[in-house]
């Protein structure tokens, strides 16, 4: 299908554009914007990266490691949300239907260039989970018609397929990926197989939640088409983390969360829907139109959309390819130091394709992870998550933007010192 593709180039115009309300405002706050004689350049940004944890307002010396489950917001992000809070209280009715609503509408026409969409493309959502209900919702599946997932699934992208399992018959495929998976060709291989003339959907995640594994989206979606079915990918665990773009990818949904990697503020969310579906995907919420606020999906939260507008030009400005860059490398310095921890072994795959910026480790059944985790936050300021032990008994380590080497580190001594 050829069609002229949005604007790829850095959202640039966004960001000054951005920059100059804030400015007006006076809401210039401390941190990553704040330079010197004049608007901030790429290069001030990127400069700022390796401090940009001054942005942000962890509990003295914590070391934030969860960002898969919840990110933390930068200051110039709360500034924003507060501002258009303030704004909108001057006269809500006035406002908030209309500059603000017209602002939302932007900043869902910038998220759709972040990811690499038309804007017609692209909702603005509440969360991941919300855009994969709206999805299977709006799926007209007969009885008999089959969804093929996988068994690491996070309940936000699988609770809609239990639904119309449950409602309408559908069946749900399941496709085990065993935790130290480390071959794509394997995954791919068992959809290929798993596939049957019934089937309609592939959904998967983009990073699995359990162990970060990065799926092998492109070829899953490339699959997909070639059955006839469609690839609709939860990414919550991606957007903000990792590079995105979805026409790249292949797939006809994208389903993400803007409070996490997005570092957006919580209750934010995008739904791409390829614009080849037509009205194959036709949600109650979607039938008065795709922006931001509409007659069937009603009022959003306004202050967390334009916190949102706020987080995508935190993470162009230092540049996505950069962030990902960052968040590998810590990964990788801890796959390599988690060697020498007694009783971790490390679940998630090696640096290299299959590799993202959540690592997980499993811990021996003797050690409850989350007696541990407890005292990794207590005794040493470290926050991680607790791996569903439906899933393993271990902990998954997010490392983003704000991390540092030094923070790896101490988890790894505070390991060591736990475990020894
Ligand atoms: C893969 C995956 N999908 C969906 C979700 C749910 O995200 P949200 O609560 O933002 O909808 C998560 C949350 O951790 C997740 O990891």
């Known amino acids: 299908m050829s069609r002229k593709m949005p604007d790829q180039r850095p959202a640039r115009r966004d960001f000054l554009a951005s920059f100059g309300v804030l400015a ?45 489950s919840l990110g933390p917001t930068p200051r110039p992000v709360m500034e924003r949300a507060i501002a258009g809070w303030k704004e909108l209280e001057r006269n809500p009715t006035l406002y908030g239907y209309g500059a603000l609503e017209r602002a939302m ?10 990811i690499g969409c038309l804007t017609e493309e692209l909702v603005l959502t509440r969360c991941t989970t919300e855009g994969m209900n709206w999805v299977a919702q709006g799926l007209t599946l007969a009885a008999g018609e089959r969804v093929l997932t996988t068994d690491q699934e996070h309940p936000g992208g699988r609770a809609c397929w239990d639904y119309v399992a449950r409602r309408q018959g559908v069946v749900l495929d399941i496709v085990v990926i065993p935790p130290a998976e480390n071959s794509a060709a394997a995954i791919i291989d068992r959809f290929a197989k798993a596939m049957t003339p019934h089937t309609r959907v592939l959904s998967f995640s983009h990073l699995l939640s359990s162990t970060g594994l990065r799926m092998p989206v492109a070829e899953l979606s490339a699959l997909a088409r070639s059955r006839g079915c469609l690839a609709v990918v939860d990414g919550a665990q991606a957007v903000g983390g990792v590079a ?33 579906l037509g009205k194959t995907v036709d949600p109650i919420g979607l039938q008065s139109g795709r922006q931001a606020y509409s007659a069937s999906s009603g009022v959003c939260s306004i202050p967390s959309v334009l916190g949102l507008d706020a987080a995508i030009d935190y993470i162009t400005a230092i540049g996505i390819a950069k962030v990902e860059q960052h968040n590998l490398a810590l990964g990788a310095r801890l796959h390599a ?29 003797a050690i409850d992870s989350n007696t541990l985790h407890i005292r990794l936050r207590e005794k040493h300021n ?39």
């Open 337 to 365: 130091a988690l060697r020498g921890v007694p009783q971790v072994e490390v679940m998630s795959a090696a640096p290299g394709p299959l590799a993202s910026p959540q690592l997980t480790y499993r811990l021996p059944v």
């Open 244 to 276: 995105v773009d979805v026409k790249a990818l292949g797939c006809h949904v994208y389903a993400t969360s803007g409070h996490k990697w997005l570092l957006a503020p919580p209750g934010t969310g995008l739904l791409y829907l390829s614009d080849e």
């Open 24 to 68: 007006a405002a006076g809401l210039v706050p401390e941190g990553i914007w704040s330079q010197q004689g004049g608007l901030p350049t790429r290069a001030d940004a990127a400069r700022k990266f390796v401090s940009a944890s001054g942005d942000f307002a962890f509990a003295p010396g914590l070391a934030y490691l969860q960002t898969g």
């Open 382 to 420: 470290i926050q991680v998550k607790v791996v569903p032990t439906n899933w393993l008994n271990g902990h998954r380590i997010s490392t983003h933007l704000f991390n540092t080497e030094q923070e790896v580190d101490r988890l790894v001594s505070a390991l060591k010192q736990e475990l020894a």
């Open 105 to 114: 509408d932007d900043v869902r026409a910038k998220a759709a260039r972040f």
